[in-house]
Every structure is written in structure tokens, then in C-alpha cells.
């Protein structure tokens, strides 16, 4: 089909068809009911189910969007993408190869045994643990610079400055008893830098900043733009840590799902709790999905769906 050429061409139909091609995705899927919030972050339950935005930003700046595009949540482990890539731009390749890992493990987000299986390995950044240790790693001396560095920095990949949300921190911090296991027990392996709970500190607030769906497409679209956010044109990474970060994304971004996900969608994507989606198609533009419906493995049912729509469509996926 002229999809499936596209996908090898790196363009984007015109910008009429795009803009259609998010609409009918949104029409299509907004009745959609499978799935369900999430409840362990008491928070999070409080989510409207009908809840539907859809944005899609290319690397020329061009934005195409349907529904609840402005409604804000909190990242979530999207947000673990983004802590990454500053943390590979501020330490290298080689160093978060070896301090946490770039392998799948093929357990839940939240998988303590999957530490154990791999000698105390907290595996990659896109897990639980590994987004702890991770967070350990940003820059600052103190945990309130490591923060701030963080915040700024995801800032600048969204284009505006991205905020705290106090209540879905306060709640997450105070029913969060297995990320605090899982960082002491990396302590107990010598594999976390920092006090285990401050680090857990700035991973639950980096899961809090409140974003909305254009926002996650602004920051995706800074990853397919090679490190540069194609509506200020600020260069936030470098282009090799932009690839290393979709590479990572391509084998752990969805958890245990992700081999499923490459197979149906065929683009490096994160999900988070809270229903959002980032899916990013490199050199041509990003989605950013939300809607609050998980599946079992707590990625968003109407997210996924509309994701491969657009990904055929439009011809994104990278095979
Ligand atoms: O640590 C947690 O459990 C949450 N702050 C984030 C988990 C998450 O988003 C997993 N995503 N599907």
C-alpha cells in the first residue's frame, strides 16, 4: 500500500490527510471502554474515563490534534524517558549501559524479583528500579538540584515549564511502600548512588510534573528531532543520546508488552499509569495519547489503539 512505501520514504502524507487521520483515529476510539484506571495511586482513581486527547507534532513543527489535548495529568513513567536521555547526555553510552542496564525484563514495572534474577541489576531506566537508580544519577549535588535539574530539563523538551501536581505527589509518596522496597533493596546490592529515599523523592516527584497529550508530542517530537524541540528550536540533547534513548524505548518502553507493541506498531513508544502514551517515529513526528483505560500491563487501551492506526496510516512504523 502507498502506507507501507511511506514508511521507507521518512514523509508524512500531506498535512490535510494528517489532520483527518487523527480525527477519524479519535471518532473511532472514544466509545471504546476496555480497560481500567488505575486505582494503587489513590489519586489516579479519581480520573474521568472519557477522557480522549490526541496530538501529533512533526519535526517541521506542524501540530495536528483531536479531543483533550489541553487536559492536564501527571507523566508518569513517561517521564522515565525524558530522565534518561538528560542523564546519558550528562554521564555517556557506556556508563548507563553499565550502571543500569538496556536489557528488558520481561516482568511488571514494579517487579522486585526481576532484581533478584539479575544479581541485584536494576536492569534499565524504564522499569521502576532502574528509573530510581537512574534518577540518582542527575545532575546536582544535593536532591533538591537533582530535581530541579530534572524539572528544567523536562521543561525544555516540552517547550514551557513543567509543574509539580502536590496532590498526585502527596498521594503517590505516601502509599509508595514497594518503590521504597525496591530502592533498598538496590541498596542492599550496592547499586544505587544516593540515599534510597531521597532518590525515590525525585522519582515520585518526576512522576508527578503535569503534562497534557500536545506536551508528550512536543517531547517526542524532540527525540525524533534529533535532540532539537521543533517549536523553540532549542537543541536539549545531543543526536546520539536522542538515538540511544529511542533504542531503549524500542525494547523496554511498553514493559513486558514491548515486543508486542514493536511487532503491531513498530515505533520505540512509553506509556505511564495515568493513561498517557509517547510514541515517537524518527525524523518525521511524534504522538501524544491520552486517555486514562489501562490494560493489565498499565498501558492505555485507547492510546494503543489509535497509535496504530496512525502508525499505519500514516506509515510511521520504522520496518
Ligand atoms: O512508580 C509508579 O508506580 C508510578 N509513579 C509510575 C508507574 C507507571 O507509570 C507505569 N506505567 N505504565
Not at 41 to 65: M, Q, R
Not at 76 to 105: D, M, P, W, Y
Request: net charge negative.
Amino acid at each position: 500500500s502507498e502506507a507501507e512505501q511511506r514508511a521507507f520514504t521518512g514523509d508524512l502524507p500531506s498535512v490535510s490527510a494528517t489532520a483527518r487521520t487523527i480525527a477519524e483515529a479519535h471518532r473511532r476510539y472514544r466509545g471504546l471502554d476496555d480497560g481500567d484506571i488505575a486505582d494503587y495511586i489513590p489519586v489516579l482513581a479519581e480520573a474521568d474515563p472519557s477522557w480522549f486527547g490526541l496530538s501529533l507534532v512533526d519535526t517541521g513543527g506542524e501540530v495536528h490534534e483531536a479531543g483533550d489535548v489541553e487536559m492536564t495529568f501527571s507523566i508518569q513513567s513517561i517521564s522515565k524517558a525524558f530522565v534518561f536521555a538528560l542523564v546519558c547526555q550528562a554521564r555517556s553510552h557506556e556508563f548507563v549501559h553499565e550502571r543500569i542496564g538496556v536489557n528488558n525484563t520481561g516482568l511488571p514495572f514494579n517487579s522486585v524479583m526481576a532484581i533478584e534474577l539479575n544479581d541485584g541489576s536494576p536492569m534499565n531506566s524504564m522499569v521502576n528500579a532502574g528509573a530510581i537508580a537512574t534518577s540518582a544519577l542527575a545532575t546536582g549535588e544535593t536532591p533538591a538540584e537533582k530535581w530541579e535539574t530534572i524539572r528544567t530539563g523536562l521543561s525544555r523538551f516540552a517547550g514551557r515549564s513543567l509543574d509539580l501536581d502536590g496532590r498526585v505527589y502527596r498521594s503517590e509518596i505516601e502509599t509508595n511502600q514497594r518503590n521504597k522496597a525496591l530502592a533498598r533493596l538496590l541498596e542492599s546490592y550496592g547499586r544505587i548512588i544516593t540515599d534510597p529515599l531521597d532518590s525515590v523523592d525525585i522519582y515520585t516527584r518526576q512522576c508527578s510534573l503535569s503534562v497534557t497529550a500536545h506536551d508528550l508530542a512536543v517531547m517526542g517530537a524532540t527525540l525524533a528531532d534529533g535532540g532539537v524541540n521543533p517549536l523553540t528550536r532549542e537543541r536539549v540533547v545531543a543526536a546520539e543520546v536522542a538515538r540511544d534513548t529511542l533504542a531503549l524505548l524500542a525494547s523496554c518502553g511498553m514493559y513486558e508488552n514491548s515486543g508486542e507493541w514493536l511487532f503491531e506498531i513498530g515505533l520505540p513508544a512509553k506509556s505511564g499509569v495515568s493513561g498517557g502514551i509517547v510514541a515517537i517515529a524518527p525524523g518525521k513526528a511524534a504522538i501524544g495519547a491520552f486517555s486514562p483505560r489501562l490494560d493489565s500491563a498499565g498501558n492505555s487501551v485507547r492510546g494503543q489503539r489509535a497509535c496504530f492506526d496512525l502508525a499505519r496510516t500514516l506509515g510511521m512504523n520504522l520496518f
